[in-house]
């Protein structure tokens, strides 16, 4: 079990480490939107470019967030019923939620996505949303990235689950 401890440490506290390097990406979008509205508005020259960079930055922040924010539970549950229930059995419901639900679906998102990034780089795929067509290989690829990271954090909840169960709440 001690070696089940260490790899949680070790993948939660990657885990911490690099949402808090994404949550810096924030400081560009709002640069680039801060930028887009003084062009648009106080000179009446927008930007080409500002949607499509808004958009892959806002989505590379919010899915690089993920796996910190299923780190420290802060997506949104309803725990309406399931506060009720004594922590053991708790224990239980997330270990056949994460194997029946949590890893399949991520499982599917991460091939998927890592799918959609390998075609965009071979296929040298560009936005279509805007006159600046960037290319999108980046941002697939982040999109990818961040639903692998979101699968190391469920192994790690997953594992601290089993072990809960195994010898109790220590």
């Known amino acids: 079990m001690r070696f089940v401890d260490r790899l949680c440490g070790v993948i939660d506290a990657f885990t911490d480490k690099q949402g808090k390097i994404a949550s810096w990406i924030a400081i560009p979008m709002v640069i680039t939107l801060v930028y887009e509205v003084i062009a648009r508005y106080a000179f009446n020259a927008p930007t080409r470019w500002s949607y499509d960079v808004t958009y892959m ?7 690089l967030g993920a796996a910190f924010a299923l780190l420290y539970r802060v997506h949104i549950r309803i725990d309406v019923i399931y506060g009720l229930f004594p922590k053991r059995v708790r224990q239980f419901i997330d270990v056949v939620g994460y194997l029946f639900f949590f890893f399949p679906v991520v499982t599917i998102f991460a091939k998927s996505s890592i799918s959609l990034a390998s075609d965009a780089y071979r296929s040298g795929e560009v936005s ?6 960037p290319i999108l290989w980046p941002y697939k690829s982040i999109i990818a990235l961040a639903f692998v990271l979101l699968f190391l954090q469920g192994i790690s909840e997953f594992l601290r689950a089993v072990v809960i169960l195994v010898r109790g709440d220590k």
């Open 57 to 63: 930055i806002y989505g590379s922040h919010y899915l």
């Open 128 to 133: 279509q949303f805007s006159p600046w067509a």
